[in-house]
């Protein structure tokens, strides 16, 4: 096994002396734990350090990998510019990454740079790596940033690096750079979450169990609400060590600053073909969604139809003979819904009818929302199984003069200035006030927060 062992590590700026100027002394704890996994990665002389950083450059849809022999960086943002970085990146690891991406269709590699210079998130561990290593020169480093992309895509992403790290011979030490919950002292600089402590008593103890099948578990939006910075960082090491015995340690965790700062470290062992995370994750949903669209109501099952057929054939539907009247003889705006894995893939949808029928209506914005909404690439063939599709047939709009006439839960909202107009559904997970509601119609028709609006709302009977 050619990594050597694993990290999950805060990167609070403030641990550094020079940035703290004391401050740091209020996590003593985690300094002290970051002082001794700095030590032992001293003593296991790895070649390359792999970091995965939330401060890296980062996209919706694609993994962004550091280009280039080398990069540099300085917490000069932090009132510290003396601190400074200069590193060698490993091109050839790199560019194996990279091949295995592009031969699997993966979305990683080195477009898209944006700012070469060192992030936090990558700085901070190696403040303490290079006082270990005293006067001799830091290993070759590969930097990796996160993605917006589901979290089994994070521990493909490990995966792919593990293969890449064999494939070269590299001895390798994987650093997961991210703090914890943000949100867990009401007096902290981010406030108080119910969710902050939970998150982190959570995450804590599957690190202690090295049970990282869980890490999946953590939904997007209670994740959103804890504010953790590091899940996805920790994902993508968990995929590193795929298939694979670990021995984990737990070293510290704080949250003295309402900061969750959490050290673990982690030694892979022999094979172990009970610890393939995503292979057992992806049997378990498919066996849950298997034959789920033939007992869907006639709704759910012509847009999972009409979905399959144009994914697979690049064909559209015509109108099924066995379809109820209400889908035949009514016409009604209606929105298609495409998740997988938890995430939204797709949703296209009309306010009102644009068609002879109802159920031409669902047949064609299904067909839009698989294929043409532009926020996603279109799905493949290989997604069918892991995809869950819900039908919102709207009611009429009505006029409202206040934003007290809406609840999240029940209605939907329409905000309009001129031409510009923005839709909103109802109960949406992560939606939680009518205020967000309003602002996230208000961002899609691009209606400035401080421009006068028309406001509608209307019911949806959902179709799941």
Known sequence: MSILSAYIVPHP????????????????????????????????????????????????????????????????????????????????????????????????????????????????????IRQAYADKPLPMIVRIGLSGLPLEDHYRLGQLIRYAVEATGRRIVFIASGDLSHKLQKDGPYGFAPEGPVYDARLMDVCSRAAFGEL??????????????????????????????????????????????????????????????????????????????????????????????????????????????????TRAGAFVSIHEHGQLRGCIGTIAPVRDSLAEEIIHNAVSACARDPRFDPIRPDELPFLEISVDVLGAPEEIQSKDDLDVKRYGVIVSKGMRRGLLLPDLDGVDTVEQQISIARHKAGIGEGETIRLERFEVVRHT
């Open 13 to 128: 700026p403030m641990i550094v002396p020079e940035v703290g100027r004391g401050g740091e002394k209020q996590i003593e704890k985690t300094k002290a734990s970051y002082v001794q996994i700095a030590e032992e990665i001293a003593r296991l002389e790895p070649e390359t350090i792999m970091i995965t950083s939330p401060h890296a450059v980062m996209y919706r849809d694609w993994f962004h990998i550091s280009p280039g022999k080398s990069a540099k960086g300085s917490f000069a943002q932090f009132r510290a510019p003396g601190v400074r970085f200069e590193v060698r990146y490993d091109t050839e690891l790199v560019r194996e990454i990279e091949r295995l991406a592009g031969e699997e269709e993966f979305p990683a590699g080195t477009d898209g740079e944006r700012d070469p210079a060192l992030d936090h998130g990558t700085m901070v561990p190696l403040y303490f």
């Open 216 to 329: 999946f578990d953590f939904g997007e939006a209670f994740c959103e609400r804890a504010a953790e910075c590091g899940h996805r960082s920790f994902v993508v090491m968990a995929g590193a060590l795929d298939g694979r015995k670990v021995e984990a340690e737990v070293y510290s965790h704080e949250d003295v600053t309402g900061v969750g700062y959490g050290i673990c470290a982690f030694h892979p062992g022999p094979p172990d073909e009970e610890r393939r995370f995503l292979d057992s994750r992806w049997a378990a949903e498919i066996s849950r969604l298997a034959g789920r669209w033939e007992t869907s109501d006639p709704w759910v099952r012509l847009a999972w139809q009409s979905v399959e057929s144009y994914v697979t054939k690049r064909r559209v539907i015509g109108i099924p003979g066995d379809l109820p009247d209400a889908l035949l003889r």
